[in-house]
C-alpha cells in the first residue's frame, strides 16, 4: 500500500478544510492508498466535526497497531492554540514545520509523496523567515538543482493545459534580469519528462517568448534572440520536440488547439493566468525535479473562507489524485 503525506498547510486559511474533504472523498474512490495528514490534532478533530468526517484518527507514528487504517495523523510537535486570527505567526511557523516534516518523511522513504495545503508567503514573511515559496523551500531541503515548476489542468471540456516556468516567484521588474538560457532549457526539459510520465503518446512543447510580440525580432527586447532561442536549440538538439520562441499571448491558444502538449512560460503570472482562467477548480501544482513527488492545489489560504465549511477541494483532491497516480507508477488517464 502506498503512503501520501498531506500537511495541513496554514491552518487559518482554507488548507485543513480542503484536505480533510479531499481525503473523505478520495477514500471512497480507492483501496490501496493510505494518507497521512500532518498537523495539530486540535485542528484535526474540529475540522473533521465540521465536515462530518471520521475524527478518530490513529496516530502514524503507532502505525504498526492500524495497519488496516488508511486514514493517520501525524501531529509532529507543535501544538496550536483555538481560535487563532488569520496569518497568525503560530499558525505559519507551524506550517513550515510541517512541510519540513512531510519532507524529510519522503526523503527517509516513508511517503511515496507530499501533497502540500496552502501557506501564505506573507505571514511566514512576517515571522522574519526567509521564504519565497514551497516550490524553493523544498528544493532546498532535497537538494535539488534541477527544478521547476508545473502547473496542470483541464477545462469542462476536458481540454489540458500544462504550464513549466521558466522562473517562479519573482518580482517582474527582475525576470528578465534573472533569465538566463540555463533556466529556459532545464524548464523544456523538465517540462518534456513531465509529459512522458503523464503518458502523453508525445511530448511536444511550445516555449513563450518574454516580450510582447516575442520582441518583433529585436525591436521590442532581445532576450528572445540571446537567451530563449539558444535555449530551444540547445533542447532540440538533445532530441526534444520543442519549438518557439512565440508571442504568449497566441500560443495557448495553439495548444488549446492541439498543436503542443505543454508551455513553458518565462515568469509567473504569464503561465498562470491562463492555467487558473481554464482550471481554477481543477488545477495542480507539480513540483518538477525532486528527488520525490510532490504536488498541491493551485489555490491559496483564502482567509475569508476558513472555517466555513464553503471552501471548494477541487484543486486539492486533484493534487491528491496526481500524487497518487505518480507514486503508483500509472499514467493518469484523464491527462492522455
Known sequence: MRTIGITLGDVTGIGPEVAFKAVARQLGTEETTRYVLIGDRGVARWYCGLLGVEGDLADWEQR????????????????????????????????????TEGARRCLAGEFDGLVTAPVSKEAILRTGRPFVGQTEFLSELAGSARKAMMLLGHDDRGRWLRVGLATTHVPLKRVAESLTAAKVQLAIELTAEACRRLGLSRARVGVCGLNPHAGEGGR???????????????????????????????LFHRVF?????AVVAMYHDQGLVPLKMVAFDTGVNWTLGLPFIRTSPDHGTAYDLAGRGEADSGSMESAIRLARELAEGRKPAESC
Open 64 to 99: 504498526g497497531q492500524h495497519e488496516s487504517r488508511r486514514y493517520l495523523l501525524h501531529p509532529g510537535e507543535c501544538e496550536l492554540p483555538a481560535g487563532l486570527p488569520a496569518g497568525a505567526p503560530e499558525a505559519s511557523d507551524a506550517a513550515v514545520a510541517w512541510l
Open 220 to 250: 521590442m527586447g532581445t532576450e528572445e534572440i540571446e537567451i530563449i532561442a539558444p535555449a530551444v536549440a540547445m533542447a532540440q538538439a538533445q532530441g526534444i520536440d520543442c519549438a518557439g520562441p512565440f508571442a504568449a499571448d497566441t
Open 257 to 261: 488547439s492541439g498543436e503542443f502538449d
